[in-house]
């Protein structure tokens, strides 16, 4: 083992020669039989800003518009996609391919640790390279075949599994998540450097939460701060997507696991600019 995989978190999930990784590694896995065309990541530095709804959202508008599309839930310790899309428990069996995903209602092929576990509420008590592991057999194990996108969505920071998947997986580019405050900025700003020195595509950034919309005048509130996500797109020099309200509807919707039937003209235009920026 070179010295340079003995410093590295996703040593034990690896599987490249020593040595063979570096800025440009050639991807690991890249013996899997699925053809998956693009693979788009989505990150944040902190918890609770909508990373996951905004995970789930992309694919739902992805798939559409007709498109083939899966989640890969890389969140191992708090996996919350299963909850969106309303799958609990599926039947699990394999192909040639591998795992075989279960579907969403509109044909989301979805994987996530949830599936594995007896109860939805077990906690997963892994170290750093358990949880990489995981997430390369996720991504090389499952039965994706054909798909045209493959959202992979993150755990907050610039911890083990969003090093692994920036350097394992053929990722396409990253969509960045933040709500208005101060806090969320300053966190997200570390992911913006990190994925820069990594020479991972910055897709752009979606401020989330940016304002609530009065039921009764329909004035927007700025609940939780100064909307900023635009000015922090330009001083990070990376493109802004798009806002997005904070919406009671779309919470209801996540929570009884329906979140493909919301419809918002804000989150359509934000995959637009999404599409526009893929290489």
């Keep these: 083992m070179s010295d340079q995989c003995k410093t ?5 999930g690896c599987s490249l020669e020593p040595g063979q990784c570096g800025v440009e590694p050639e991807k690991a896995l890249l ?3 699925n053809d998956i065309r693009n693979v788009i990541a989505v990150m944040s530095g902190k918890g609770g800003v909508g990373k996951s709804s905004v995970t789930a959202l992309i694919a739902s508008y992805l798939a559409k518009q007709g498109k083939k599309v899966g989640v890969l839930d890389a969140d191992i310790t708090g996996p919350s996609q299963p909850l969106a899309f309303g799958i609990r428990k599926p039947p699990m069996t394999a192909s040639q391919y591998g795992l075989i995903p279960p579907l969403t209602k509109l044909g989301i092929k979805l994987m996530s640790i949830n599936f594995f576990l007896p109860n939805e509420d077990d906690p997963v008590i892994w170290r750093g390279p358990l949880l990489a592991g995981a997430v390369n057999q996720f991504w090389g194990e499952v039965d994706w075949q054909d798909l045209d996108y493959l959202i992979v969505d993150l755990p907050p ?3 083990d599994v969003p090093l692994t998947v920036a ?3 053929p990722v396409s580019g990253i969509v960045i998540v933040s709500s208005p405050q101060d806090l969320a900025f300053m966190v997200v700003k570390k992911t913006i450097k990190m994925t820069k020195k990594l020479n ?5 950034l979606v401020e989330n939460m940016s304002y609530a919309v009065c039921p009764h005048c329909n004035e927007k509130l700025p609940i939780f701060g100064k909307n900023q996500g635009e000015d922090v797109a330009k001083e990070s020099a990376i493109d802004f997507l798009g806002s997005l309200p904070w919406d009671t509807s779309l919470n209801e919707l996540f929570d009884a696991g329906k979140i493909e039937d919301y ?8 995959v637009k600019q ?3 920026r893929l290489p």
């Design 8 to 12: 590295c978190p996703s040593s034990e």
């Design 31 to 33: 013996g899997s039989l």
């Design 274 to 276: 999404l599409l526009a």
């Design 167 to 169: 350097q394992s997986l």
């Design 200 to 204: 991972v595509p910055i897709l752009g």
């Design 157 to 159: 920071g610039t911890g």
């Design 263 to 270: 419809e918002s003209p804000d989150m359509q235009n934000i």
